[in-house]
C-alpha cells in the first residue's frame, strides 16, 4: 500500500519568505500528485496538480516533481498570513480507481 | 461552477448507535468518495462510487456502509458509532478516474 509522509509537521515562515514543504512517497510507478490546502474547518482546495517530473507552476504555488528519488515539493512564494493552513499532499497511479493517498499534512503558519 | 453539500455539518451521536451522513453535488460527477479525516493523520478512503447503484470499498470500509441511489448524492452510514470514531468526513466527487476531484466542506462527527 502507497505511502505518503509529509515533512514537516509544521513550520511557521514570516510573510514574504518562501515557504517549501516536502511529500515523499513509497511508490514509484506514481504518475498523479496534487497539493490541497485547508483552512480550519474549512474543506479541500486543490493548489496544483503535477503529472510528470519537474515543475508546475499555479499562481504563487509551484509544485516539483522527482519520482526517482520519491519526493514532490510544495513551494509557495511570497506567503500572506492568508496562507496560514493545513496543506496535504496526495498521491495517486493511473492504473485503478483514482485511490488518492494523503499525507498528514504540514501546518503552515504565516506570521506578519 | 458547482458544489458539494454535505449535511449536516455537525453530527453528534452515541456510542453503538447508527448514523447517516449525506452528501450532495451538483457538478453532474460520475466518481463520488468518502473520505475520513482524523486529527493528525492523512484522509483515508472509506467507499467511492464510479456511477449510480455502484459500491466500491475503500481501505477503511468496515464499519461504515455506503448507498448511492443517484448519480448526485451519496450516502454514508457509520453501522455502530464507537468513540474513536470521532473525525471529520470529507466527501469528494470527480468526473471520472483521473480528473480533477472536488471536495464538500465536512461532517464533524462527535460520539459521545
Known amino acids: 500500500q502507497q505511502k505518503v509522509q509529509q515533512s514537516p509537521e509544521s513550520l511557521t515562515v514570516s510573510e514574504g519568505a518562501m515557504a517549501s514543504l516536502n511529500c515523499t512517497f513509497s511508490d514509484r510507478s506514481s504518475d498523479n500528485f496534487r497539493w490541497y490546502r485547508q483552512h480550519s474547518g474549512k474543506g479541500l482546495e486543490v493548489l496544483v496538480s503535477i503529472f510528470s517530473d519537474g515543475e508546475k507552476e499555479e499562481g504563487s504555488f509551484t509544485a516539483h516533481l522527482n519520482r526517482a528519488s520519491l519526493h514532490v515539493f510544495l513551494h509557495i512564494r511570497e506567503p500572506q498570513p492568508s496562507d496560514s493552513a493545513l496543506y496535504l499532499c496526495a498521491v495517486s497511479m493511473s492504473t485503478g480507481y483514482q485511490n488518492f493517498y494523503f499525507g498528514k499534512g504540514t501546518s503552515l503558519t504565516v506570521i506578519p | 461552477g458547482g458544489i458539494i453539500t454535505q449535511t449536516p455539518k455537525f453530527l453528534i451521536g452515541q456510542e453503538g448507535q447508527k448514523l447517516t451522513l449525506k452528501c450532495q453535488q451538483n457538478?453532474?460527477?460520475?466518481?463520488m468518495y468518502w473520505y475520513r479525516q482524523d486529527s493528525g493523520k492523512g484522509l483515508r478512503l472509506i467507499y467511492y462510487?464510479?456511477?449510480?447503484?455502484?459500491?466500491q470499498k475503500g481501505d477503511l470500509s468496515e464499519g461504515y456502509d455506503a448507498s448511492r441511489e443517484k448519480k448526485s448524492s451519496f450516502s454514508l452510514t457509520v453501522t455502530s458509532a464507537q468513540k474513536n470514531e470521532m473525525a471529520v468526513f470529507l466527501c469528494?466527487?470527480?468526473?471520472?478516474?483521473?480528473?480533477?476531484?472536488?471536495f464538500g466542506k465536512g461532517t464533524r462527527l462527535t460520539v459521545v
Open positions: 457538478f453532474n460527477h460520475d466518481t
Open positions: 462510487s464510479i456511477t449510480e447503484n455502484d459500491l
Open positions: 469528494a466527487s470527480s468526473i471520472g478516474g483521473h480528473t480533477e476531484v472536488f
